[in-house]
């Protein structure tokens, strides 16, 4: 499995950003994806997850209301619009699928090598 993270940049403060994941290798459909980031000297941390299907999202109280995970399993590819970005957001942002649990844990089969996000205040 391969998953290819992408769409970081630098930003301002209040921008938006839409990350994209493009996965191969694996029966994309299926499965349920998640972004998780980490910033500068602290851990990873859970974002956003969605279901195999798209119906059933779930998002971190950090970014909840600003942030939007979605897929398009015809392109096998997860996104991540992120709306209002604030200084704080700023990480490497990873995908991932073959999530453990209930997936906020951040223990996963398989992850992307990450795109970096950085906004500017």
């Known amino acids: 499995v391969q998953l290819q993270a992408s769409g970081g940049g630098l930003v301002q403060a209040g921008d938006s950003l839409r990350l994209s994941c493009a996965a191969s290798g694996r029966t994309f459909s299926s499965y349920a994806m998640g972004w998780f980031r980490q910033a500068p000297g602290k851990e990873r941390e859970f974002v956003a997850t969605?279901?195999?299907?798209?119906?059933?999202?779930y998002y971190a109280d950090s970014v909840k209301g600003r942030f939007t995970i979605s897929r398009d399993n015809a392109k096998n590819t997860v996104y991540l619009q992120m709306n209002g970005l604030k200084p704080d957001d700023t990480a490497v942002y990873y995908c991932a699928t073959g999530l453990k649990g209930s997936g906020t844990g951040g223990e996963a089969d398989y992850w992307g090598k990450g795109t970096q996000v950085t906004v500017s205040s």
């Open positions: 969605i279901s195999w299907s798209g119906g059933s999202t």
